[in-house]
T-cell receptor, first 113, second 115 residues
Framework: ETAVFQTPNYHVTQVGNEVSFNCKQT?????MYWYKQDSKKLLKIMFS???????VNETVPRRFSPQSSDKAHLNLRIKSVEPEDSAVYLC????????????FGPGTRLTVL | GDSVTQTEGPVTVSESESLIINCTYS????????LFWYVRYPGEGLQLLLK?????QKGSSRGFEATYNKETTSFHLQKASVQESDSAVYYC????????????FGKGTKLSVKS
């Protein structure tokens, strides 16, 4: 099956803990993204990678760090979570170039207690 | 910065009625904007509905249409006759033809179609 896969689906943790989310795409794309969807449903770009190179790093707190091992994988680590990190994190992929659509994974819902 | 503003939901319409969801954009850092409508059906992931990369062109899919109007910086989504299966959340998005480094999304419009 060709798609964008994310694990885990849900994660509940305490303030101060470290969490990691995984994303893998089997579509043969060369560009991957992390978006954050907050409680107001606003979807905002966090990072994008092209061929393992960081292209976009929006104003994201330093406790967030993306990790790309190859074109098909882009993970996200949050070093010390805070309550405002509670959100749905969406991974996406596409070919490089503005005319191509982005394909999204199902998302990881993070709840910080 | 770049931004997208769309109709605030929720929007409720009856089956077979017409629909328009407004979308306007501001592309301050993008010379050649690409415009997209994405949709999330209940229980499914976000997926592309239609896209237009050239000003003045119209995109269409599943009975929906949207025209890229550079003069009014708009990309409204329209359908002549909605069905219950169109119930979903619709997102207007702005991309950069030059880089595709990111998409800027509107806040989404939840549509409920009642039979």
């Amino acid at each position: 099956e060709t798609a964008v896969f994310q694990t885990p689906n849900y994660h509940v943790t305490q303030v101060g803990n470290e969490v990691s989310f995984n994303c893998k795409q089997t579509l043969g794309h060369d560009t991957m993204y992390w978006y954050k969807q907050d409680s107001k449903k606003l979807l905002k770009i966090m990072f994008s990678y092209n061929n393992k190179q960081l292209i976009v790093n929006e104003t994201v707190p330093r406790r967030f760090s993306p990790q790309s091992s190859d074109k098909a994988h882009l993970n996200l680590r949050i070093k010390s979570v805070e309550p405002e990190d509670s959100a749905v994190y969406l991974c996406a992929s596409s070919y490089w170039g503005g005319a191509y659509e982005q394909y999204f994974g199902p998302g990881t819902r993070l709840t910080v207690l | 910065g770049d931004s997208v503003t769309q109709t605030e939901g929720p929007v409720t319409v009856s089956e077979s009625e017409s629909l328009i969801i407004n979308c306007t954009y501001s592309a301050t850092s993008i010379a050649y904007p690409n415009l997209f409508w994405y949709v999330r059906y209940p229980g499914e992931g976000l997926q592309l509905l239609l896209k237009v990369i050239t000003a003045g062109q119209k995109g269409s899919s599943r009975g929906f249409e949207a025209t890229y109007n550079k003069e009014t910086t708009s990309f409204h989504l329209q359908k002549a006759s909605v069905q219950e299966s169109d119930s979903a959340v619709y997102y207007c998005a702005l991309g950069d033809r030059g880089s595709n480094a990111k998409l800027t999304f509107g806040k989404g419009t939840k549509l409920s179609v009642k039979s």
